[in-house]
């Protein structure tokens, strides 16, 4: 079945410096999306990417979709006590609805 | 505009209990889904709908029921609840394939 996975799971940095997540998965998927959920807060969506080796940018987060389509990037850069939560990709392959990843939780260390 | 909107955002169940989680949307979105979200897990999706009358299975099914009557209400109903059905459970919507899903605020339940 579809499987979409994120690492790592847990990432502690100090702040100002760069955070990666990194999402892959088993089949090909139409399009990718993001989001952020706050500790206690429900997901929020960021964005969504749709084509091969898309770029998008939010201020200071970069997001990739991979060639193939079967993996994705964000890419904080100069991290903030604000980014602080847990960021999941979320893929939709043939399907009506989209696979959740299993999350990175950002802590962000003043 | 309200977005959607879960009730009860708690609740304790003793096992063997039964309930419904009520979701609204006020977005006219056709797609609306359940998810629940075990501590420091990933979203699985327990069931879906891509409108009034048509419901879908997900990945986590077992358990729960769900109906969909009217475009803006998609209950979730519990029956002979267990303890593994301790989780916080998120409803969200959306249009088909479309910019990112509206979540609700979640429903923390507890199965004692």
């Known amino acids: 079945g579809q499987q979409v996975m994120q690492i790592p799971q847990y990432q502690h940095v100090q702040e100002g410096e760069d955070f990666t997540t990194y999402c892959n998965s088993s089949t090909t998927l139409s399009n990718i999306q993001w989001y952020k959920q706050r500790p206690g807060g429900h997901p929020v969506f960021l964005i969504q990417l749709v084509k091969s080796g898309e770029v998008k940018k939010q201020k200071r987060l970069t997001f990739q979709f991979g060639e193939a389509k079967k993996n994705s990037s964000l890419h904080i850069t100069a991290t903030q006590t604000t980014d602080v939560g847990t960021y999941f990709c979320a893929g939709l392959n043939t399907g009506n609805q989209f696979y959740f990843g299993t999350g990175t939780s950002l802590t962000v260390i003043p | 505009n309200a977005g959607v909107t879960q009730t009860p955002k708690f609740r304790i169940l003793k096992i063997g209990q039964s309930m419904t989680l009520q979701c609204t949307q006020d977005?006219?979105?056709?797609?609306m889904y359940w998810y629940r979200q075990d501590p420091g897990m990933g979203l699985k999706l327990i069931y879906y709908s891509v409108g009034a009358g048509i419901t879908d299975k997900g990945e986590v099914p077992n358990g729960y029921n769900v109906s969909r009557s009217t475009t803006e209400d998609f209950p979730l109903r519990l029956e002979l609840a267990a303890p593994s059905q301790t989780s916080v459970y998120f409803c969200a919507s959306s249009y088909p394939y479309g910019i990112g899903y509206t979540f609700g605020s979640g429903t923390r339940l507890t199965v004692v």
């Open positions: 977005m006219n979105h056709n797609y």
